[in-house]
C-alpha cells in the first residue's frame, strides 16, 4: 500500500466555523489530490497540486483552499463549514518521484466530515 | 465536459455467477483504470489500459479497452462474495490531462 494518511478520520463541525484536513505521503509523488464523495455525485476532484506551492481548481473547488508547502503535506481547508460540505473526503497522490505524472492514483483511507 | 458513464449502477447476483459492467463515453481517453472500493475506505486501484483493444487479465476479473478508446468492461467470472464493492472507472483525458471518474457500480455477490 502506498503511504498515505489522512487526518483526522472522522469530524463534526458546526456551521460557520474553518476546518483544515491533513494529507501526508512517504512516497515522494509530485501529484496530490483532494476529491470529495457523496452518493449520486461519485468522485468529484475540489483541488490539486502538482509540486510544492503549485496548486490548481478542480470541479468543485468554490468554498474549499488548498496549501502545500512541503512535498509529503497537502492541506485542505473550509473557510467556513456550511452543511452542502459534509460529505468524505479523499486525498490520493500519483505519478513517480520527483516525474512525471501518473494517471494511476493511491488514495488515503477518507477523512468523514460532518458539519451541523 | 467529458463524462462517464458506468452501467450497471447496482447489481446484485449469487456466488458462481458471471457479470460484466461497463464504462461509456463519447470521448477519448488517453488511458483508463478501474477501482474497487470497500465501505469505508478509499478507492483501490485494479488496472490500468492504455491501448485500444487491449485485454488486461487479474485472476477472474478481464478487463478491456474498447478499440475507440471510448468504453471499455470489466467481466468478472464466476463472482464470489469477496469480489462484493463499489467498482470505478477513471479516464484521463488527452486534451488537459485531467482524470474524471465514472458514479460506479455498486456490486454485491450473495453467498
Known amino acids: 500500500d502506498a503511504g498515505i494518511t489522512q487526518s483526522p478520520r472522522h469530524k463534526v463541525t458546526e456551521t460557520g466555523t474553518p476546518v483544515t484536513l491533513r494529507c501526508h505521503q512517504t512516497e515522494n509523488h509530485r501529484y496530490m489530490y483532494w476529491y470529495r464523495q457523496d452518493p449520486g455525485h461519485g468522485l468529484r476532484l475540489i483541488h490539486y497540486s502538482y509540486g510544492v506551492k503549485d496548486t490548481d481548481k478542480g470541479e468543485v473547488s468554490d468554498g474549499y483552499s488548498v496549501s502545500r508547502s512541503k512535498t509529503e503535506d497537502f492541506l485542505l481547508t473550509l473557510e467556513s463549514a456550511t452543511s452542502s460540505q459534509t460529505s468524505v473526503y479523499f486525498c490520493?497522490?500519483?505519478?513517480?518521484?520527483?516525474?512525471?505524472?501518473?494517471?494511476?492514483?493511491?488514495f488515503g483511507p477518507g477523512t468523514r466530515l460532518t458539519v451541523t | 465536459t467529458q463524462l462517464l458513464e458506468q452501467s450497471p449502477q447496482f447489481l446484485s447476483i449469487q456466488e458462481g455467477e458471471n457479470l460484466t459492467v461497463y464504462c461509456n463515453s463519447s470521448s477519448v481517453f488517453s488511458s483508463l483504470q478501474w477501482y474497487r472500493q470497500e465501505p469505508g475506505e478509499g478507492p483501490v486501484l485494479l488496472v490500468t489500459?492504455?491501448?485500444?483493444?487491449e485485454v488486461k487479465k487479474l485472476k477472474r476479473l478481464t478487463f478491456q479497452f474498447g478499440d475507440a478508446r471510448k468504453d471499455s468492461s470489466l467481466h468478472i467470472t464466476a463472482a464470489q462474495p469477496g469480489d462484493t464493492g463499489l467498482y470505478l472507472c477513471a479516464g484521463a483525458s488527452p486534451r488537459d490531462d485531467k482524470i474524471i471518474f465514472g458514479k460506479g457500480t455498486r456490486l454485491h455477490i450473495l453467498p
Open positions: 490520493a497522490i500519483s505519478g513517480p518521484s520527483g516525474g512525471e505524472s501518473s494517471y494511476e492514483q493511491y
Open positions: 489500459v492504455v491501448t485500444g483493444g
